[in-house]
């Protein structure tokens, strides 16, 4: 490999030489922790140099993890978050206090390492994994909360000892790779509670309770389900925020925060966060009403989260989110049907993994489409996607990009019409 001396040329290693789950799908999921084990060997075991939240699920992970950091960081910790995927810049998956890993680190980093990339050619998500850890340990980071990408037991991540872990929720998703049950998902999830390390849980489900119960069992993990614990409520919601009232049974605490996140999907997600910073505050970490009501209020200002229910525009009303399975797809759908608006127009694109027809029949009918596709070889192609989506009452026209999708619904909305993008987190990205 020919000496790699900017930015452009090390992420474009990293892209086109490492097997990419984002572009190619399951050829790029490794069932193994192998290389995970071997960098964070080559490395020195960086993630033992800072505590450790360990966050896995279906759907809200993302959420809760920028809403987890964002607390920590306003409490003073110096703070990492590492998430996937990105949705404009690659940096993003890797945070300390909000700021994305600098291009300088993620050259210094490819070429340091470049020999052992090539000998191992691990995955794009072991090496970003690896990356992200090494960075915090040089940087020094106090705390960092960590995404699971795929699952949780084979999960690149699930190399750490971390202090709490939290399981959002489990839904179908990924099923070639974590199994077509709930059951079987769970038990992929559940892999990342660790002997005697607590374990927060934000939904309790018939389906799933049994396998988290055994699996904290087993290991001596003391088991909080959120539901339980946390009750939040919405007491307002605004078009780019909510107010959230948060009552919390242990300090017997109760607060309002204005949420800078709007749909009733981020009330699970709020009563998951609490739940877990509870159980921190019970670990030893220093933390206020104050400080978590901060932290909720800004979290998008603190830790750059986006493409949840995100407002791109005002008249006509342009909204993207990045939900994408069966679950999420259920939450979209009611947030927008709870949208007043005199037309509804719906981009939307898919990756062709996904339960496309399970997913189909939970749109809207009586919608305006613009079918679109992202551009990576896992989309699903948009005239296919039409013809799919036809078979469900869905009418709408299909677009090869989704700039061109997106200028469509455009042009053909009205002031007082609502246009929606989703359907896929590449789609979303796009948009952005």
């Not at 699971?148 to 690149?156: F, W």
Request: include cysteine.
């Amino acid at each position: 490999m020919h000496s790699l001396t900017n930015y452009t040329e090390a992420l474009d290693f990293l892209m086109t030489r490492l097997p990419m789950y984002q572009r190619s799908g399951a050829m790029a999921y490794k069932n193994n922790l192998d290389n995970s084990l071997a960098l964070d060997a080559h490395m020195g075991h960086p993630h033992r140099k800072f505590k450790i939240i360990h966050v896995a699920g279906t759907n809200g992970k993302g959420s809760v993890s920028h809403m987890l950091a964002a607390v920590l960081q306003k409490a003073g910790w110096r703070t990492g978050l590492y998430t996937s995927p990105h949705l404009r810049d690659f940096r993003e998956r890797i945070r300390i206090n909000g700021s994305c890993i600098p291009e300088a680190e993620v050259l210094r980093f490819v070429v340091s390492n470049k020999e052992l990339l090539s000998k191992l050619a691990p995955s794009f998500f072991e090496m970003t994994v690896a990356m992200a850890f090494d960075y915090f340990a040089r940087e020094q980071v106090e705390v960092a909360v960590v995404e699971t990408g795929l699952g949780g037991r084979l999960d690149s991540t699930n190399i750490v000892h971390p202090v709490l872990s939290v399981i959002t929720n489990i839904g179908l998703d990924h099923t070639a790779l974590l199994g077509d049950t709930l059951e079987q998902i769970a038990q992929e999830k559940a892999g990342i509670i660790k002997l005697q390390v607590p374990v927060v849980v934000g939904r309790k489900q018939a389906a799933t309770r049994g396998v988290f119960e055994q699996q904290a069992l087993s290991r001596h993990a003391p088991l909080i389900w959120a539901e339980d614990e946390v009750l939040a409520l919405s007491l307002e919601q605004h078009l780019r925020w909510q107010k959230v009232q948060v009552t919390c049974k242990s300090q017997a605490g109760e607060f309002t925060c204005r949420l800078p996140l709007p749909g009733d999907y981020q009330l699970e997600n709020v009563q998951t966060v609490a739940a877990a910073l509870d159980e921190l505050q019970r670990l030893g970490f220093a933390l206020n009403e104050q400080v978590v009501r901060e932290g909720l209020e800004e979290v998008a200002a603190l830790t750059g989260l986006m493409g949840r229910w995100q407002v791109l525009s005002e008249q006509p009303l342009v909204i993207c989110d990045t939900g994408h399975n069966e679950d999420g797809v259920k939450w979209v759908v009611r947030q927008l049907l709870k949208s007043s608006c005199e037309k509804l127009h719906i981009v939307w694109g898919m990756v062709g993994d996904k339960d496309v027809r399970g997913i189909l029949k939970l749109l809207p009918p009586h919608a305006v489409y613009y079918f679109t596709q992202a551009a990576l070889p896992r989309s699903l192609d948009a005239r296919e996607l039409q013809h799919l989506a036809l078979l469900h009452g869905l009418q709408g026209q299909f677009y090869p990009t989704v700039a061109e999708a997106a200028a469509a619904a455009k042009k053909n909305a009205g002031d007082n019409d609502l246009i929606f993008i989703g359907g896929s987190t590449f789609v979303v990205a796009e948009a952005l």
